[in-house]
Nanobody, 125 residues
């Protein structure tokens, strides 16, 4: 069982940066594959980034590649999403997700078993 709590969202101007953090509790965190998803108003949930349990493999949506960086600290039970060069189209509620699976469709919501409550990111133009 893993519990997830996101933080770090807020309002930022286009071109600015934000760092989201996901704090996890539960003894299985260090072996969990972690991901970030987002959902904008009126749109479907969208994969953003994912990271393997050791942090050796990372994956990004094309829309954020080169601007966002996912990282994790298993000693602190945290997963961060550094977001640079933000655009108005990045505006969404961002969710942290976790799963004990190590192989599968990491870009699919169905791959993940645990979800945080979400944090709002708003990018003004």
């Amino acid at each position: 069982q893993v519990q997830l709590v996101e933080s770090g969202g807020g309002l930022v101007q286009a071109g600015g940066s934000l760092r989201l953090s996901c704090a996890a509790s539960g003894r299985t965190f260090s072996s969990s594959f972690m991901g970030w998803f987002r959902q904008a108003p009126g749109k479907e949930s969208e994969f953003v980034a994912a990271i393997s349990w050791r942090g050796s493999s990372t994956y990004y949506a094309d829309s954020v590649k080169g601007r966002f960086t996912i990282s994790r600290d298993n000693a602190k039970n945290t997963v961060d999403l550094q977001m640079n060069s933000l655009k108005p189209e990045d505006t969404a509620v961002y969710y942290c997700a976790a799963t004990a699976r190590q192989y599968g469709n990491w870009y699919s919501r169905a791959f993940y078993d645990y979800w945080g409550q979400g944090t709002q990111v708003t990018v003004s133009s």
